[in-house]
């Protein structure tokens, strides 16, 4: 074989390795800007479902702070109303011992 045969396959076969790694390459970074537009497909998903998650976390903790203003009004109604039975037991108590000490000095005489 003469030397320019010899230099002409070498060129033909760097040639054909090149266009090899170019195909290849094309390959590569079709699939790469597929899994690229996958991975981007979902994670605008879990943004929505984030985005939603915090819509109902709101959405819960405002409930729970009206659910707390209305067991503090429940708390401080049952406790007025402790206070003032309370207070007519000990008037009925005053009432009773002031009865009970008339019938001791007045012999059972009111």
């Known amino acids: 074989m003469s030397g320019d045969t010899f230099s002409a396959l070498h060129i033909g076969t760097r040639d054909d390795r090149s266009e090899a790694l170019l195909d290849e390459s ?63 037991i000990l008037c009925l108590l005053g009432i009773d011992i002031a009865l009970a000490y008339r019938l001791a000095s007045h012999k059972g005489k009111l």
């Open 26 to 88: 094309l390959r590569v970074n079709q699939e790469t800007e597929e899994i690229g537009e996958g991975t981007l497909g979902q994670l605008r998903r879990q943004r929505e479902q984030l985005e939603r998650a915090q819509g109902q976390a709101q959405d819960t903790h405002a409930i729970t702070r009206d659910a707390r203003v209305t067991l503090q009004a429940i708390s401080w109604k049952i406790l007025k109303e402790k206070l003032t039975l309370v207070m007519v």
